[in-house]
């Protein structure tokens, strides 16, 4: 084992807890638990460099047709973040998945914490897709059952860029308000790194999809987020891609306020 090449991702990971501390940032997923080229097994733990362990996420089972893969694409070296703050100094690996089958068990998770039940928030990350299909879910906080509280989707088979609100209340047979989506013509089946980032204020209930920094969807949902107790997920259904730097924060950021490249 090369335990200077480990040590040197230990420490990266420490020093971006003194970087990328917020007071409005919930997790902050940077995917650099192990060395490019590492293929993770089951249970392998993703870190978030704030509210660890607490917020920590694992990988769920693997198999000939799904893998999970540290990979040394990146969408940039160096990562900022509002007026320019360096928040990854060395970003070395992104999380690279390979799913074949439409198994809708989540590939990374995370059991629920009421952190997460943020009535105002931001979720942001990377992502480069070069397979999609079958609604697949990039990033899904779940309440119970077949309902969630918000999620970021492909819509169908056309691969463009949609989001989805569950806003129906808890025992409403008629399920008001259910599967409330904004949809977007934003194609990110295209193989290419895109920042994408969903913002709900609760107080306006002001709902915002964004792709590369500009607002794709701008609207006001009918009713407000409805929490449980289900699972935040990252890539359900047929999907195949790499994501980076994956953020939650608990304020509906302006595009000026949110993770970046560093030119």
């Not at 989540?106 to 039940?117: I, K, Q, V």
């Not at 860029?161 to 904004?182: E, H, P, T, V, W």
């Not at 609207?219 to 987020?225: F, M, R, V």
């Amino acid at each position: 084992m090369n335990f200077l090449k480990h040590a040197s991702f230990a420490a990266a990971v420490l020093s971006c807890a003194a970087l990328c501390a917020a007071d409005d940032v919930i997790a902050y997923y940077q995917f650099q638990d192990a060395a490019p080229g590492t293929k993770l097994q089951a249970n392998a733990p993703v870190k978030s460099s704030i509210n660890s362990p607490a917020l920590d996420m694992k990988t769920n089972a693997t198999n000939a047709s799904y893998v999970i893969e540290v990979s040394d694409d990146v969408p940039g070296k160096v990562i900022v973040a509002k007026d320019g703050k360096v928040v990854n100094a060395d970003n070395k690996s992104s999380l690279r998945f390979t799913r074949a089958n439409r198994g809708m068990t989540g590939t990374l998770s995370l059991a629920h914490n009421a952190l997460l039940n943020q009535k105002e928030f931001t979720i942001e990350c990377f992502v480069k897709l070069e397979k999609g299909a079958d609604w697949g879910s990039l990033l899904n906080k779940a309440r119970a059952g077949e309902f969630g509280t918000w999620s970021i989707q492909l819509q169908s088979n056309t691969g463009f860029l949609r989001s989805r609100l569950d806003l129906n209340a808890d025992g409403d047979a008629a399920k008001k308000f259910f599967n409330i989506c904004q949809e977007t013509k934003f194609n990110l089946l295209d193989n290419q790194w895109h920042h994408i980032a969903l913002t709900f204020d609760d107080e306006t209930r002001e709902v915002k999809l964004f792709a590369d920094y500009q607002e794709q969807y701008s609207g006001k949902a009918p009713a407000n987020l409805v929490f449980g107790e289900g699972a935040l997920t990252v890539f359900e259904g047929v999907l195949s891609g790499n994501i980076d730097e994956m953020r939650f924060s608990d304020e509906a950021l302006k595009t000026d306020e949110m993770l970046r490249v560093k030119k």
